[in-house]
T-cell receptor, first 114, second 106 residues
Framework: DTGVSQDPRHKITKRGQNVTFRCDPI?????LYWYRQTLGQGPEFLTY????????KSRLLSDRFSAERPKGSFSTLEIQRTEQGDSAMYLC????????????FGQGTRLTVV | AQRVTQPEKLLSVFKGAPVELKCNYS??????LFWYVQYSRQRLQLLLR??SRESIKGFTADLNKGETSFHLKKPFAQEEDSAMYYC????????FGTGTRLLVSP
């Protein structure tokens, strides 16, 4: 499968623990996005990178959240001191930088905070 | 801010019936608009984009700037069209609507 891959697919953690998710984009894509999706809602934008530069962060991304893309390839999203409200599906997508270009999504990481 | 509104959470039709999934956008200037679809147990994928004026799987979507709408239409629904459909806008980043679940019954 040469599409966007995310790891892990599922994560159950206790409240207060830190978690880290990984996203491997399609190799020639230099844009990478993170979204969060809760039940009954569409995906909500969290942040995006162009190469290794983080160009925009949503206000949804509190200081407990941090995302990196150190070499402009894979990206990690870390949540510190998880809360029950962080339970959601975390989606990663990648694309070329052109306007109107298609974003390719991974299958997501489902986080459950107990 | 760019925003799209999908007023229907669920649209249920019979096979062969026409389908229209509504989407209204709020954006000044020329909007970038897409429809993304998520079939059961599959990842989100692009269905079509307004700039291409294409028909994909029998679906079309016309941009109506006067009504600020980008409704998705198909004249004859098929069971395999059952899925979650998202109207999406965005330039640098994609902004999703809340989605409409289409259920096509035999």
């Amino acid at each position: 499968d040469t599409g966007v891959s995310q790891d892990p697919r599922h994560k159950i953690t206790k409240r207060g623990q830190n978690v880290t998710f990984r996203c491997d984009p399609i190799s020639e894509h230099n844009r990478l996005y993170w979204y969060r999706q809760t039940l009954g809602q569409g995906p909500e934008f969290l942040t995006y990178f162009q190469n290794e530069a983080q160009l925009e962060k949503s206000r949804l991304l509190s200081d407990r959240f941090s995302a990196e893309r150190p070499k402009g390839s894979f990206s990690t999203l870390e949540i510190q001191r998880t809360e029950q409200g962080d339970s959601a599906m975390y989606l990663c997508a990648s694309s070329l930088p052109a306007v109107n270009t298609e974003a390719f999504f991974g299958q997501g990481t489902r986080l459950t905070v107990v | 801010a760019q925003r799209v509104t999908q007023p229907e959470k669920l649209l249920s039709v019979f096979k062969g019936a026409p389908v229209e999934l509504k989407c209204n956008y709020s954006y000044s200037g020329s909007p970038e608009l897409f429809w993304y679809v998520q079939y059961s147990r599959q990842r989100l994928q692009l269905l079509l984009r307004h700039i291409s004026r294409e028909s994909i799987k029998g679906f079309t979507a016309d941009l109506n700037k006067g009504e600020t709408s980008f409704h998705l239409k198909k004249p004859f629904a098929q069971e395999e069209d059952s899925a979650m459909y998202y109207c999406v806008t965005g330039f640098q980043k994609l902004v999703f609507g809340t989605g409409t679940r289409l259920l096509v019954s035999p």
